[in-house]
């Protein structure tokens, strides 16, 4: 299993330089979002784009470590069961 750690901001401001940053790749990857300060609806759409990328190579992804604030938002958004997030009742 791969664990990569993401650190900083997933805002509107950064999303788009870092869709490529986590290597999706291999049997199972954990994003560990413990690390992000601020993360607004745009983390949500990096997710998703995470977990489509992971999908189509055949990996099996979860999500630990996510602001309350993320969580929060993917529950308004209807987008909480769509993630995998572990270790938090989304």
Same mark, same amino acid.
């Given at each position: 299993?791969? *664990? ?6 997933? @805002?509107?401001? @950064? $999303? ?12 199972? %990857? @954990?994003?560990?979002?413990?690390? *992000?300060?601020?993360?607004?609806? $745009? ?30 938002? $993917?529950?308004?958004?209807? %987008? ?8 938090? $009742?989304?």
């Amino acid at each position: 299993m791969t *664990v990569c750690a993401l650190s900083g901001e997933l @805002t509107l401001e @950064t $999303a788009a330089r870092r869709l490529d940053e986590p290597a999706i790749a291999g049997e199972a %990857v @954990t994003l560990d979002l413990s690390g *992000v300060g601020r993360a607004d609806s $745009a983390a949500l759409g990096l997710l998703l784009a995470w977990q489509r990328r992971a999908q189509a190579a055949g990996t099996r992804l979860s999500i630990v470590g996510a602001p309350e604030g993320l969580l929060q938002l $993917a529950r308004v958004y209807g %987008v909480d069961q769509l993630l995998p997030f572990a270790g938090a $009742a989304a």
